[in-house]
Nanobody, 123 residues
Framework: QVKLVESGGGLVQAGGSLRLSCAASGLALSSSAMGWFRQAPGKDHELVTAINSRGEIPYYADSVEGRFTASRDNAKNTWYLQMNNLQPEDTAVYLC????????????????RGQGTQVVVSS
């Protein structure tokens, strides 16, 4: 059984930083596509960043480019999202996704999805 567990969310002031983690079990992240999505209240899921199964990070949303950095630790089977210079518009539930093949911009198409971690950025 595949399980993705996010952690690291919290309340931070504008300009601050957080690092989110997504710990996986039942799935080898080294051979999986991974994604970070976020969902703000009343809005659809937005793809923040994604990595393909070869370990390449081909996508960052324009809104986070230069501020957020994704990485993967294959030994720990964990996927990270370093978020710097956070702004109030980054407030959302952040969710981790995984797929055995490719990554998708549509949240519903991923094979596996975590429960999410809340990020609140105050102004």
């Amino acid at each position: 059984q595949v399980k993705l567990v996010e952690s690291g969310g919290g309340l931070v002031q504008a300009g601050g930083s957080l690092r989110l983690s997504c710990a996986a079990s039942g799935l080898a992240l080294s051979s999986s596509a991974m994604g970070w999505f976020r969902q703000a209240p009343g809005k659809d899921h937005e793809l923040v960043t994604a990595i393909n199964s070869r370990g390449e990070i081909p996508y960052y949303a324009d809104s986070v480019e230069g501020r957020f950095t994704a990485s993967r630790d294959n030994a720990k089977n964990t996927w990270y999202l370093q978020m710097n210079n956070l702004q109030p518009e980054d407030t959302a539930v952040y969710l981790c996704t995984a797929d055995s093949t490719i990554y998708y911009s549509d949240y519903k198409l991923w094979d596996y999805r975590g429960q999410g971690t809340q990020v609140v950025v105050s102004s």
